[in-house]
């Protein structure tokens, strides 16, 4: 699975403040003494990681097809433990039984007068010798659609999303009983067949367009790294913004003896039948259609007029599954702390792909496995962790985030006791260096970003990222709003928020473990995501080939593992968290005076009749639906709470030193709480019709999926029109950040 | 030819003073008298347009190839006049001896292993009887192209304009020696093959985008009003910014015994082949090219990915020409002014068009010839305009408005004496109205815009162009800057400035007399824009049928023409333009700032090295040009005179009413002065190194072409890093401004 660009926020944030912090010498978290050993300990670790063993990690965990319950997925699972186990941790496999369906049936037929019957294969490709190992391969689908049998008119929806089928009720087409047809694209797939169906729809195609990453982006395979004519994208339609995990088992783990669901009473599996193929049978499809000419924005590169549809031509689309449990072999493994074994800090990255999976997920996991042997490796030269260390390779995570979430669910209860980060990764390559995640991380990661060389320019990959947010486009991560004027000014870089679409979901969403996701990209394109093409060959061809960008991420990952696990105090830094939500209390007031000001505008163009007035009698449109205005909230309480974060962050801040300098004792009490300062921010109840979904900072969107809304209980509900529960939420994330304020206040009390 | 949307202009004119003038009872320039009889002639005027006579006036016209010089364009030439002549006009046909070549060869080849010729040929479309019609066709060929045979490397430069050749060079991509293709859009034509000559190219080839008017628009032909494949856009590529006209007679007409310049000494025509193409031709030669994957926003809709080149294949191209003198016919219908016959309102549209030109420019031409029928009929119903109507029928608009020119020129010593006003149209369409010009019109045109019922909603033509600039979009003219909020708030829709591209070019640039442009269009959408299928069975199929906006568009201009011709005094209203020229001042200080601003972000990026930080070492990127900051300009002299202009106004303003109500003597003299007051805007040198561009408020961009610059001495100076010349360019729009502004006082202060 693939995270997107995470929403942006806005900070802001006193740069005399932090200039202050960083020219401070001691490291956050440490004294001066301790600074200067630690840094010769990360010295050395990041001396460590190489990038032919990064390399041949890859070409060993990519060599066959290895998805969930596959036969070389238990070897990889083997061997991972093994390799672990070589380095000095203790390693084991935990197992889930968890549902796994795979495709029975696939058809998808084009009827009338030019018949079609769609390929749905991915033939091998010429030159790549992995291509032709076709026996293990799972073909083109999407896991937890619904099984269906349909025939049907078809209509193009554009991407699916609910401002598509408004475009089409606004030019008078329905999709009732239609199967709708939607590229690739433009929120999370899961998306496209859910609201199909909550329209009507029977059945749901989605295709990826050429314009997207085709050859409307560069040349295809074989001559370049885009996607080709047959390459289809797999990939999960369950319903992971109401929860992850095996769809059965929401919020507990997928153990014997678990209580499961019925697979008919799963809120998260798809209610109709729904099938992906590449753009080679989209054509035929696509170019049966008629009706009106689509908007100049839903055009992707097909050399055709694109229609809404439909076209005298139905369409059959038949999908069954077997629905079968299979094994889910997360590989756990550990290295024990010196001071404080109880705070854990978890780092994983997934190790199961849809087919080979050599850049998703491999080239994380193989940098991550370096990573865990220069850890080992440092040990051994005497290096001891204050905290433990908790490394996994998840399995699972391609349909559903399985793999971490049944183990995060079945060890909840130590993970909130214990757990004081997530830090988690998923592809890796080559070019700028991206982070999201809990802003109370926000330093440290900006410290140690500093530490890092970047292996194209030598400079650090932090100033590599700064350039590229002050040049805007092409390798910049979300900059939180800030200006760019003040990203030069600014001492750190902010951090997007994370939603959902990898293994950090859980942790966060669920849990409110502070979480962060890194990695490395903005260099190279490629059009094999989640298709049979993503292979070893393919990353010799077309990808970071020399895996230059694999100890970069070895040891920034590393780095920031050793400087949260061997700190003082633990290096958590409420001014920011604060200054960031502060700037969603401003989105929220923003978001609220633009609705009220569309809404007026729009009444005005109603009352003054400018519908009928650009209305073309030869292609009449229907009205907008009409929007409404919410209300002026009082925000008094929502300011007042992050008013007294702010008190207690100062407080926090300036107790720090004397923090530093308590007994190990004292300390290790103090770090104890601190490591649960993140699960204040959480609401026992939930989100409003996803319980499961508990931090009020942090979720994905129900209508973004992959992409986080921040308080998201306050804005979905503004943003859907349920103003009165909006009022409720507030009162609810409220309570949550005067619960922080309270917690960080008391803790750095007590270190007076 | 066709006008492309003009360049947006700064108004921040008071709606008070506005809705106090539109308050008053009197039309502007009438007493209360005048005005109930012209409100009453003009209505029995608009009851006299009839569609089917404009639908059977395009099936006349355009029922064959009719060109310059082509046997139907005479036959059409003599039929105008004698429709002129049965209506009661005085009609005649003024010939001019003009270089029209036209082409012997035309050949472009891909060479090497998969060779490819080009057909250039556009066959007749099933159904379409029009073009079957091909013995007195041109072919598809860019008029003024050089002669030339080269073979040489093929890159794309996408539109072919300035950013498009940073780009190639950021890439390291020089075009030296090479043959480029470029599509049409962006800008102007003639740009196109003039900057890639500048470039060091041998060669250029201009194609036609499924993305801009074929399958990426809609529908193709015959199925739907795109261009298809073989679908050829011809069109002049004479550098008309510099002069428009027959190119071998700037500012003189082409009358027998003309001084004229040798065809090599000609500095508007060619100095390198170039041919337009269908994307049927253009699709294996952009296939060829190798090299780096262009920018997104060079991709059009082709299926393949767009490459800037070369490939290892090299390309033949071939154009020579006959270099013929050919007959320019334009038709002269007056109509003599009962009370001040020396002041003339000069009325024109083109009739040449490139084949049929059924749209283009027949469909504005058929409904002018109604509108001059309901005038000559009105005359016959006792109707006497007090000032003297000059209607066109301008040939040679295609090559570079050649027809109007040399009537201009030859006449230009009267026309300066006499002319108050020039009013162009050229195709028009069903839709929304559209204005742009000399800005002392807005008034008036507003005015008569409020007048006429729009066919489609029964609402006027204003109201709904009001509505299309609330709404934003489809058929919203250039608002002047104006937000949206202010468009509700004004009496007045601001005009947009008009620059080149049809016939109003070389009134308003070259004689400074005051020009409007007037239009509709903006709901049918078509793809045969100079091509052999723009046919009155397209029109039949895919435009106005009916000719709904034809008689719209005979009622807008000929009211227009008679509030003109009618009124006590002329309708002008220098109030708005000091407002708009007041806004120019004020976009030329942003436009400073801006080019400051980015030169200093581009120093501190490159003194920061983000550049360098910014590099994929696996694609260098050559630094951008260094962009130059311009001083602070001493604007005080400017601003004054700006101000004077505003108190002229004023006085003007004040003294309307003692104007209408002088003695018929009186009046005369007065508007005798009045129509001249446009002349003062413009400066006998003209432009720096085209003299022959005189107004100092507008005038054809040499980088957009038909675009318009305003204040464009200063302006293109300024853009163009001259920025000694800027400081001189004030002085004289400084000048300019102080002569209109005293001129204006003078008229005001006679009336006292």
Redesign the interface.
Known sequence: MRRTVAVALTLGLSSLLLAQETSTPALLGFSAATSSTEQQWEKKFRALPEAKRIHDNMEHLAAHPHHVGSPYQRKNAEWVMSQYKSWGWDAHIEQFDVLFPTPKERVIELLGPTPYKAKLDEPPLPGDPYTKDRADQLPGYNIYSADGDVTAPLIYANFGLPADYEELRRNGISVKGAIVITRYGGGWRGLKPKLAYEQGAVGCIIYSD?LDDG??????LPK?P?RNADGIQRGSVSDTTMFAGDPLTPGIGSVPGAKRLKIEDSPVIMKIPVLPIGYGDALPLLSSLDGR?VP?AW?G?????YHFGPGTAKVHLKATFNWDTRPVLDVIATMKGSEEPDVWIVRGNHYDGWVNGADDPISGQAALLEEARSLGELAKQGWKPKRTLIYAAWDGEEPGLIGSTEWAETHADELNKHAALYINSDENNR?FFNAGGSHALEQVINDVAKDITDP??K?SIW??QQ??R??GG??AATEGGASRADVLKRATLSLGAIGSGSDFATFIDHLGIASVNLGFGG?DSSGTYHSAYDTPWFIEHFGDKDALYGPTMAQTAGTLVMRVADADVLPYDFTILTETVRGYSTELKALIKTMQRDAATQKR?MD????????????PMELPVTLTSPPDYDFTALDASIASLDKAATHFHEAEAGMITLTPEARKSLNAHLALSERKLTSEAGLPRRPWVKHVLYAPGVYTGYGAKTMPGIREAIEEGRYDEAKQQMTIVTKALNDEAAYVEGIASSAK
Chains 1, 2 share one sequence.
């Open positions: 050429p050859y409307g982006k560069g040349d295809v370049g885009m000419v100049a055009r590169a097909l050399p055709i007029t070019g194209e320019t400079t100033k590599r350039a590229a002050l040049m092409r390798g260099e163009n003054l009749g400018l519908y009928a007035l650009m209305a073309d009698p030869q292609k």
